[in-house]
């Protein structure tokens, strides 16, 4: 059974900052590329930033200087560090893993707001 359980959510304040974990099961972790992608209401699911298995990254141009993705191939795990955030990044962000299949986790919760 595949899981991708992502943590990390939470309400900050403009400029703050978070640490979004995604914890896998059931998936090879290594061979998959992974993304954070993210949707807030009345928009369109919107990737953020994606890391692929030999380590290279891409992020949306409207977090790019602010957020990185890493992942940690022992623990099965991919972070996104979110840094000087701003209200327009309030949203759902997901968990998403791609191969020959394509998996997605249930999403947390991110709210910036003073």
């Known amino acids: 059974q595949v899981q991708l359980v992502e943590s990390g959510g939470n309400l900050v304040q403009p400029g703050g900052s978070l640490r979004l974990s995604c914890a896998t099961s059931?998936?090879?972790?290594?061979?998959?590329?992974m993304g954070w992608y993210r949707q807030s209401p009345g928009k369109q699911r919107e990737l953020v930033a994606r890391?692929?298995?030999?380590?290279?990254?891409n992020y949306a141009d409207s977090v790019k200087g602010r957020f990185t993705i890493s992942r940690d191939n022992g623990k099965n795990t991919v972070y996104l560090q979110m840094n000087s955030l701003k209200p327009e990044d309030t949203a759902v962000y997901y968990c998403?893993?791609?191969?020959?299949?394509?998996?997605w986790g249930q999403g947390t919760q991110v709210t910036v707001s003073s």
């Open positions: 890391i692929t298995q030999g380590g290279s990254t």
């Open positions: 059931g998936i090879a972790f290594d061979i998959f590329a």
């Open positions: 998403n893993a791609q191969f020959t299949k394509e998996y």
